[in-house]
């Protein structure tokens, strides 16, 4: 028996889109009694410019956060704390208990744990020797 050739690629938006679609159903399918995943975004914006933005998802009782970005021109501005904020009010309306998030050594993981978010893992060395890779949660 042959088997098909594994394709390797770069960016693929449709494989993306078919990938979350697949899973969302297996998902939906061994939890029938929890809603589907909801998709959950927070902006700032002055002007029609971009100034911050949070991107995560809520899902039964967890809420996770997958990119939070302030312009460099306004970070400190407490614009992060106001994404973060309404994320976490949000996520709680939704039914939300937790809320996880990851964060490398180099961008924000003492941000997130300003706010009250306990590390609970960290793989070491990643991306590379010098920088981790840290998994937070915060009980809402």
């Known amino acids: 028996m042959t088997h098909p050739t594994p394709v390797v690629g770069a960016a693929d938006s449709a494989l993306d889109q078919r990938l979350s679609d697949e899973l969302d159903a297996y998902n939906a399918a061994a939890t029938p009694e929890v809603e589907p995943a909801r998709e959950l975004t927070v902006r700032i914006e002055e002007g029609g410019e971009l100034l911050a933005g949070l991107s995560g998802w ?8 997958g990119m939070t970005w302030v312009h460099p021109e306004h970070r400190g501005s407490g614009h992060g704390s106001a994404l973060l904020s309404a994320f976490e009010e949000e996520a709680e309306r939704r039914g939300c208990t937790h809320v996880f998030v990851t964060s490398f050594t180099f961008q924000a993981p003492d941000f ?7 590390e609970t893992f960290r793989w070491e060395s990643v991306p590379t020797p010098g920088r981790d890779d840290v998994h937070l949660r915060k009980d809402l």
Not at 58 to 65: F, V
């Open 112 to 118: 997130y744990e300003r706010h009250g978010y306990k």
């Open 58 to 65: 809520t899902w039964g009782q967890s809420a996770g956060i």
